[in-house]
């Protein structure tokens, strides 16, 4: 049995988004920027998937700018606020310690181009306080930019809350929904949104597309230059298929949220039940406020890194917190930010799931887990010291 228990990297794309994929690959390959016939009825299947995607999201297809991915429109987003915040001499951005890198990189290029960057803490629980938001706010500031859900510890943010008081004070708020699009209900309207990133192939789209939500009254700078593509703001011929795809994927996560929500966060919790029994283990971040399918797990005396060896071996994909940078293993910031130690910040297990799992799977986890973590302990010199001390 091979269980994909790591929907948080990337999902399998579904059969209705690969059914809305396959035309634009084959007869429908025209340009949409062409005049003649088959162009115009790429451009309409490019207009109407956006018209599509901007429903759900409950945009105007005219402040939606498709992308090459959640990266992309992360950095897109901060750029727009940089400059419109450099017109009225405001440099100053408000984000958390716990950002994916798309957004903390983008930061510290800001920071060398003059922006001034208060990231605020995510506490114990991984959920960033309204409050904190509220009084890192200052004259000078262009941007609050908080993540809808964290896509290493599943915690969700209170955004309805932080896109309130951004409106209120007149900031701009930018949230980077990737892991959170297709798996709760997102109202940009509604939420205060200014700005949202997402990506289709976290909710079972393609990989290589996903979009910017810039609300229309916000002045976007060119992000790429080239053709009049996106409203001349991103230059470059559309990727249809994906489009096609990461549309069809989205209302169809949608319109299934409910019912696959209901039965993946009952799995999430029967995995969290069993693997909470494996002696000196923590599940990571707020029990309650997470996503249906993400689970982090760290256990005291053991790598990351052997664990999912093992579980590999078992035929389970799972991924670690840790990031491997050049040979050397660093412990994964996000953990750091809720204030795990070094050392148990490098031994954490992520298992997500998706709209493919069954429960058979969650069973061969909750069989396969316990013995590897009991093997592993037994070679380490680690946990040799913390059962002498317990
Ligand atoms: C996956 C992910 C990204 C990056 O998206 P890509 O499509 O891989 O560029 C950004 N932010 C979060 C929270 C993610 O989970």
New binding site residues.
């Given amino acids: 049995m091979r269980v994909y228990a790591d929907n948080?990297a990337t999902t399998a794309v579904s059969p209705t988004a690969l059914e809305a994929m396959l035309p634009y690959l084959t007869e429908k390959y025209g340009n949409p920027s062409s005049v003649h016939s088959a162009g115009q009825e790429a451009a309409k299947g490019l207009d109407g998937a956006r018209a599509r995607i901007a429903g759900v999201l409950g945009a105007e297809a005219k402040e939606i700018y498709f992308t090459s991915?959640?990266?992309?429109a992360?950095n897109w987003a901060i750029q727009i606020a940089m400059a419109n915040g450099a017109k009225k001499n405001k440099r100053h951005i408000v984000s958390t310690a716990f950002e994916?890198h798309?957004v903390l990189h983008t930061l510290k290029k800001a920071e060398k181009n003059g922006a001034e960057v208060t990231l605020l803490d995510v506490h114990a629980e991984g959920v960033v306080r309204p409050e904190e938001v509220a009084a890192a706010i200052r004259e000078d500031t262009a941007l609050v930019t908080i993540?809808y859900a964290n896509?290493e510890i599943g915690t969700l943010q209170p955004i309805a809350e932080i896109g309130k008081l951004c409106r209120e004070k007149g900031v701009l708020f930018h949230t980077?929904a990737?892991?959170a699009a297709g798996h709760v209900p997102i109202d940009v309207v509604g939420q205060n949104i200014d700005m949202l990133?997402l990506?289709a192939?976290?909710f079972h789209g393609p990989k290589g597309i996903?979009l910017l939500y810039c609300r229309g009254k916000i002045p976007v700078p060119v992000f790429m230059e080239g053709g009049a593509q996106e409203r001349g703001k991103r230059g470059g011929t559309e990727n249809l298929p994906a489009i096609a795809g990461m549309a069809a994927a989205l209302e169809e996560a949608c319109q299934n949220m409910e019912i696959d929500n209901r039965r993946i966060s009952r799995l999430r919790d029967k995995l969290i039940d069993a693997v909470s029994q494996i002696p000196h283990s923590r599940l990571n971040g707020d029990r309650q406020r997470r996503l249906p399918g993400i689970a982090n797990f760290v256990f005291e005396g053991i790598e990351g890194e052997g664990l999912l060896l093992l579980l590999d071996m078992a035929g389970i994909c799972a991924s670690s917190g840790s990031a491997c940078t050049s040979g050397s293993l660093d412990p994964s910031h996000v953990l750091l930010a809720i204030g795990l130690p070094h050392e148990t910040a490098h031994g954490s297990l992520r298992l997500s799931l998706g709209a493919f799992n069954t429960e058979e799977e969650i069973d061969h986890i909750i069989k396969t887990l316990p013995p590897i973590v009991e093997r592993l302990r037994e070679m380490s010199p680690v946990w040799e010291r913390i059962k002498k001390g317990a």
């Avoid at 991915?69 to 992309?72: A, I, L, V, Y």
């Fill in positions: 948080a991915g959640g990266t992309e992360d994916h798309a993540m896509n980077d990737v892991q990133s990506a192939h976290k996903g």
